[in-house]
């Protein structure tokens, strides 16, 4: 495990020493050898999803766009089970290649209400310029696209986050919420989906450090925190 992970991990460990009656946490830091069995595709597979020095890595390759039954399958990605948490983060490095005007890359989430029924769809997604508002930025999915978050880092790994309360869904940018709604009903999050859109050009999405499990109020905005404080120390070890 590299230096930057053990920092995190250290950090994220001893937070949770001191908030263990507030958080019950997963973290997938995808080091090399690390398993994605309990990864399944959504929608349709992408070209690759696999871990390249201590991140994962998923590939879109743009000359299958347009290859599956609908447009509906041009999305592609893997999602991993999260029932019952009310917490979930993963790091995504932002490329400042991606300056075309399409959707390229983020996270999407089912949220579940207090008797399992579906429901939300929460996303956060990083858009070029001219798709859903003339800036780039992570757009934010709540029923329709709603707002755009430009707290991002070109050509860094940026935190992004959900945390379902006051029966609703919280959006988090690099420790800031940047959307929150109320009306869902939404308690927790079943499947958390990494995916990206193929619009006919080939790219890579890496992620790092899926994080999700179960947080009070006060253990979230401090895992933010910690987790911008790690983040910060990678940084100025890369």
Known sequence: MNFSKLMKLAVLGSAFMTMSSQATLVTKTFDNGDSLADFSVDRAAPAGFQIINNELVMSIDGSTFGTGPSAFYDTQGMKIDTTGSNFVSVDMYIDSAWSNSERFAGMWGVGKNDTNDISSYPIIEFQGPGVTDPSAGLAIWDNAWVDLSTLFNLDEFNTIAYKAANNGVQYF????????????????????????????????????????????????IALLGLGMFAMGLRRRKS
Do not use: H
Not at 187 to 203: P, Q, T
Not at 211 to 216: D, K
């Open 173 to 220: 940018v690099n420790g800031t919420m940047v959307y929150s709604e109320t009306a869902s009903g939404t308690s927790s999050f079943g499947d958390i989906i990494l995916n990206a859109k193929n619009d006919g050009n080939s790219f890579d999405v890496r992620y790092d450090n899926l994080t999700y499990g179960v947080v009070s109020e006060p253990g979230a």
